[in-house]
Structures are given as structure tokens and as C-alpha cells.
T-cell receptor, first 111, second 110 residues
Framework: GQNIDQPTEMTATEGAIVQINCTYQ??????LFWYQQHAGEAPTFLSY????GLEEKGRFSSFLSRSKGYSYLLLKELQMKDSASYLC????????????FGPGTRLSVLP | ETGVTQSPTHLIKTRGQQVTLRCSSQ?????VSWYQQALGQGPQFIFQ???????GRGNFPPRFSGLQFPNYSSELNVNALELDDSALYLC?????????FGEGSRLTVL
């Protein structure tokens, strides 16, 4: 089976840094993706890792360790608009769109 | 704006009815996939279409079916609706791996 785990909820303060962890056990692996989803809206792509290490993209960074089945999303200089659900997803096929999504982490940014 | 559009945005059906949801993918994207997202959960893969052929399917019963048309738009059909089918149905297109989602169709089954 496929399994992806993330914390259900997290709370942080505006201006702070938060790390959202994701662990996965899947039958295949073709990249680890992070998506942001505001309430009532569609998920939007944030970052992608296929090799081990850190990928930085402005205020967002994502890390991957394939041997540990582990990734994290790091959000810096938090803003109120970052309050959203963050979805960790593993791509299972080289060309397809069969992604396994985690349950999402609902982040609340407080003033 | 991802360029992926879905219709209708909201609809209400009763148990046993049938529903058709529609999706227009982003220009140039020949692969479309459908996901079901229950409240408070991550999206679940239903199936994928590539050049009008089903090209991968998740753990959903046969009453979930689909079509892709020559212009790469797509339909999701669900027969014999059940209460548990109430969810947000997301269409996504891609050409390089990352998914571009539409805004979704929220289905409520009473």
C-alpha cells in the first residue's frame, strides 16, 4: 500500500519560521511534491524534489531524503496569507499523474 | 490561474443518481487526471487519461468512469451515487510532472 504521514495541524507566529514534515512509504517514487491549498480553493504547486537535498525557492524550501522516506517544507518570514493546508505528494510513475497525497497539514499563522 | 477550468462548480444530487463533471485542461497539456478530495483529507487519485485513453486508475469502483476528447478536455462520470461520493472533484493537467489543478467541482449527495 501507499502511506504518507504529515502532522494534522500546526500554528506559528507571523514572521517566524515553520517546518512541516512528511514521511512516506510508497511502491514507487518519481519525485516529492509540495502543494499549498487555501480553504475552498484548488491546490497550487510549491516545490519539487527528486534528488536528496535542499531546494530553495524564495521564502519556501523543501528537503528530501529518499533513504529515510522523509521530506520537509520550510516556510520563512511567515505571513498571514500563508495560513493554508500544505499537501505532501509522491509521484508514482515516470510519465503519469498518479500521485499519492498525504492528508495535509493545516497551518495557522497568528499575528 | 492555472488555465484548467471545471464545471459545474457546485452541484447537489440524490443517492442513486448519475453525475457528469467536465474539465478543460491547460493548452498543450495532453494528460488529464481526476482526483477526489473529501473534506479535511488529501486528494485521492481516480484515473488519468492520455490521448483519449485511460492510462492509470486508482482504487475506485467501475461506476467512476471518464472520457477524454480530441481537444484534451475530459469528463468524469459517476453512476449510482452514494452518500460517500460527496467531495470536491479536482481535475489536473500536466506536461512535465507538476499538476495544475482546476478549482474543482463540489458534489453533495443527499
Amino acid at each position: 500500500g501507499q502511506n504518507i504521514d504529515q502532522p494534522t495541524e500546526m500554528t506559528a507566529t507571523e514572521g517566524a519560521i515553520v517546518q512541516i514534515n512528511c514521511t512516506y512509504q510508497t511502491s514507487g517514487f518519481n519525485g516529492l511534491f509540495w502543494y499549498q491549498q487555501h480553504a475552498g480553493e484548488a491546490p497550487t504547486f510549491l516545490s519539487y524534489n527528486v534528488l536528496d537535498g535542499l531546494e530553495e525557492k524564495g521564502r519556501f524550501s523543501s528537503f528530501l531524503s529518499r533513504s529515510k522516506g522523509y521530506s520537509y517544507l520550510l516556510l520563512k518570514e511567515l505571513q498571514m496569507k500563508d495560513s493554508a493546508s500544505y499537501l505532501c505528494a509522491v509521484g508514482l510513475e515516470n510519465y503519469g499523474q498518479n500521485f499519492v497525497f498525504g492528508p495535509g497539514t493545516r497551518l495557522s499563522v497568528l499575528p | 490561474e492555472t488555465g484548467v477550468t471545471q464545471s459545474p462548480t457546485h452541484l447537489i444530487k440524490t443517492r442513486g443518481q448519475q453525475v457528469t463533471l467536465r474539465c478543460s485542461s491547460q493548452s498543450g497539456h495532453n494528460t488529464v487526471s481526476w482526483y477526489q478530495q473529501a473534506l479535511g483529507q488529501g486528494p485521492q487519485f481516480i484515473f488519468q487519461y492520455y490521448r483519449e485513453e485511460e492510462n492509470g486508475r486508482g482504487n475506485f469502483p467501475p461506476r467512476f468512469s471518464g472520457l477524454q476528447f480530441p481537444n484534451y478536455s475530459s469528463e468524469l462520470n459517476v453512476n449510482a451515487l452514494e452518500l460517500d461520493d460527496s467531495a470536491l472533484y479536482l481535475c489536473a493537467s500536466s506536461v512535465t510532472g507538476e499538476l495544475f489543478f482546476g478549482e474543482g467541482s463540489r458534489l453533495t449527495v443527499l
